[in-house]
């Protein structure tokens, strides 16, 4: 989840870098900061730095930190001699360092040499059974295999020891719909609405979830939580706007006959059809008259 | 099916890291049984599992090209890692729900091997795996030999898709997820082949 300003700051830079007009090390935090996954341009930019002894001396203490970045970048990449150069010039300033340890072990799994990353991974965990970030190594080696149920038996062996860590909570839901196993993902944003309840998000793909499970309690539940992402949102999110559309629809078809919902029902749905039209007018105007029809198709 | 091929592969370039899909769109010749595949969409690069963003990507597409006389005629699938190559129950659950619009329905699985060895030889076969609904009413893969086949229009297809993923061109690439962020950019991707 980046915010607008982060973006607008990361493609500024971005640009600025590709066109060779410097602020290169300004980027690479910046994508730290933000744990964005862009390996190639990782290692492009990370690697000028880093053969150019006039910048790296510059950088000080923090030139161990780029070499990690480029070494993951690198694996990423599949380019390994790179990744095995950086390992290189850590294991010599760090020798007992389990920080570069995970890397090597990380190196083997980038290569695909999975028993012996995961016995380098064992033995990290054996001298410290709290490394975070060792345990979703496991994880990310049990998904790379094909082995999903591997992956989630691990997360959820993660999860019972650090439930406050949210990106785990997350990347299990994810796992879950992947899976079709959407009743095991409402379960997670439960817990991610409970945890951080002003997130809209949370409150979005729960919604997303409960519609895809149907059913008149799931369609009003969904409806609740498109119309708290509306509010956390200023109204601006679109993906909730339609998403009240839906349910208003499904709700319809699925109590036609009985009165109740009726009038509440379409006076949401009017007013979110009413903010994407005219969202649409604004900046998409192209195609709103395929957004009038959808919307037609959708009232009951 | 130049364009079809080069958008659908493409996308797979956009977002590598993880699955994504779209929609065939095309109609069924008068002539001979063919389904012409001559547009896709692309559709989603997260959560392809959920139903309400597909549900309004079907229904916008549909509106937009039964104006031009097209329907939708298949979905198009490629998997987030490289040696998967199984057909997954997301991808046929989507399969289907089209495929009740559409009976001659086809589903196309990206080939990741075949796309990573376009660069390599002069393979001039389609990088992507025809599936199609048999009696049994489950989604069967179709061999060379089989009543159904999957062919370019254009010879050169292969040759033109390399270019493009060489010169990036996946970078532009907009799908329906990014139009559902950014409602300014349009799915149908008008400048990107000119």
Known sequence: MVSREDEIRLNELENQVDNGGGGTWEYLCLLRKLKLRRSDKVLTHGLSLLNDPKKRSALAAEEWTLYEQVAVAAMDCQNFGVAKDCLNVLQNKFPESKRVGRLEAMLLEAKGSWA???KAYSSLLEDNPLDQAVHK???AMAKSQGNISGAIEWLNKYLDIFMADHDAWRELAEIYVSQQMYKQAAFCYEELILAQ????????AYADVLYTLGGLENFQAAKKYYASTIDLTGGKNVRALYGICLCTYAIGQ???GRNKEDKDGSELQSLAATALEKDYKYRAAGKLSILTSTLRGLKL | MKRSISGESMQLCTVHTSAVNGILIGRLSAVNDVVEISDSIPLFHSQIGLLPSLEIALMMVEEYFSEKGLSIVGYFHANERFDDVELSNVAK???????RYFPQASLLLLDNKKLE?????NDRSPVMQLYSKDSSRSWKLVGADGSSRLTTREPSANIVLLDYISSKKWEDLVDFDDHLDDISKDWLNPELFK
């Open chain 1, 254 to 256: 699925l109590s036609k």
């Open chain 2, 117 to 121: 060895a376009l660069s390599k030889g």
């Open chain 2, 93 to 99: 659950n989507i399969g289907d729900h089209i495929h």
């Open chain 1, 137 to 139: 190594r496991r994880v």
């Open chain 1, 116 to 118: 012996e990353a995961e």
């Open chain 1, 197 to 204: 309840p002003t997130i809209p998000l949370y409150h979005l």
